[in-house]
């Protein structure tokens, strides 16, 4: 089955980076879209950034500009490069897929593939 797993999350201070990383296996798709999400506590799970399969990208507000999304050559690696941390982007960083391949569907939350996460804390 398909499984997702997501590693690189640490403390950080203000202003620091981070390279997240997410190891897809299991899978059987034709093609798929692959995003990160986050979760900080007592708030809703929030788009973060997604890639389709052709290369399409496409950001969240919060982190345009700050975050980069890549993958490498045979598509099951994906990476979330995190520049200029916030503390507000503290957060439990979860990865997703979506064999419907559409970043504007991935963005909606409703893959049924997902990590178990991994924390980012950025202090102050």
């Known amino acids: 089955q398909v499984q997702l797993v997501e590693s690189g999350g640490a403390l950080v201070q203000d202003g620091g980076s981070l390279r997240l990383s997410c190891a897809a296996s299991g899978l059987t798709f034709r093609s798929y879209a692959m995003g990160w999400f986050r979760q900080a506590p007592g708030k809703e799970r929030e788009f973060v950034a997604g890639?389709?399969?052709?290369?399409?990208?496409l950001y969240g507000d919060s982190v345009k500009g700050r975050f980069t999304i890549s993958r490498d050559n045979t598509k099951t690696r994906l990476y979330l490069q995190m520049n200029a941390l916030k503390p507000d982007d503290t957060a439990v960083y979860l990865c997703?897929?979506?064999?419907?391949?559409?970043?504007?569907?991935?963005?909606?939350?409703?893959?049924?593939?997902w990590g178990q996460g991994t924390q980012v804390t950025v202090s102050s």
């Open positions: 890639l389709g399969y052709s290369g399409i990208t």
């Open positions: 997703a897929l979506d064999p419907r391949d559409a970043v504007e569907i991935l963005r909606s939350g409703r893959s049924d593939y």
